[in-house]
């Protein structure tokens, strides 16, 4: 059984930085691709991050380019996302996800295991 954990979230004022971490859990990652979305109130669940657990290859929504980094540590079984220089608009609930196949994917869809998401809040 897989199982996604995610922690690290919480309020933070404009400007700050926040390390969210995703401790997976129930198989072996190795040839998972692993993906950080959020969901807005009101708005629908979008890509922000994504990592290839192989060969920690990268891929970044255009918003968050240059402040957000994700990582993964393989003897931790975990993933993060650190997110340096929070804006307001990146409030949101924070998912992370596993996909089956490690091709980097931006679609919510194609994602086959999903945490409970951890609450980010910016204030301004």
């Known amino acids: 059984q897989v199982q996604l954990a995610e922690s690290g979230g919480g309020l933070v004022e404009a400007g700050g930085s926040l390390r969210l971490s995703c401790a997976a859990s129930g198989r072996s990652f190795s040839s998972y691709g692993m993906g950080w979305f959020r969901q807005a109130p009101g708005k629908e669940r979008e890509f922000v991050a994504g990592?290839?657990?192989?060969?920690?290859?990268?891929y970044y929504e255009d918003s968050v380019k240059g402040r957000f980094t994700i990582a993964r540590d393989a003897a931790k079984n975990t993933v993060y996302l650190q997110m340096n220089i929070l804006k307001p608009e990146d409030t949101a609930v924070y998912y992370c996800?596993?996909?089956?196949?490690?091709?980097?994917?931006?679609?919510?869809?194609?994602?086959?295991?999903w945490g409970q998401g951890t609450q980010v809040t910016v204030s301004s």
């Open positions: 996800a596993a996909r089956q196949l490690s091709l980097l994917s931006v679609l919510a869809r194609e994602y086959d295991y």
């Open positions: 990592i290839r657990w192989s060969d920690g290859k990268t």
